[in-house]
């Protein structure tokens, strides 16, 4: 069974982000990513257990094609999944 995923403000705001700036740079390319992140968001869900911990108790799932992360942390408990970022690994993360 799938675990349900829950987006951070943070999260969105990063994809919002990085649509904009990948549409500047090519018609539609930002609405590919988008198309792309929800591919990896659905992976996440099915098998949340994955990807590696890169910190702590938060796990990084890397993408193909776009230099991004996407980091979450997965509560087995309630078998949800919180998705905190989802940048550009040529940045720094904000914690």
Do not use: C
Request: glycine share 2%; no cysteine; proline share 5%.
């Amino acid at each position: 069974m799938a675990y349900i995923i829950y987006v951070s403000p943070t999260a969105l705001k990063d994809l919002h982000v990085a649509v904009e700036y990948y549409n500047e740079k090519s018609e539609n390319l930002g609405y590919r990513f988008a198309n792309l992140v929800d591919d990896y968001l659905i992976r996440i869900a099915n098998f949340p257990m994955a990807s590696s911990i890169r910190y702590k108790n938060i796990r990084g799932k890397p993408m193909a094609t776009f230099p991004f992360l996407i980091m979450y942390i997965v509560d087995e408990e309630m078998e949800s999944v919180s998705i905190l970022r989802i940048f550009n690994t040529h940045q720094d993360p904000l914690w």
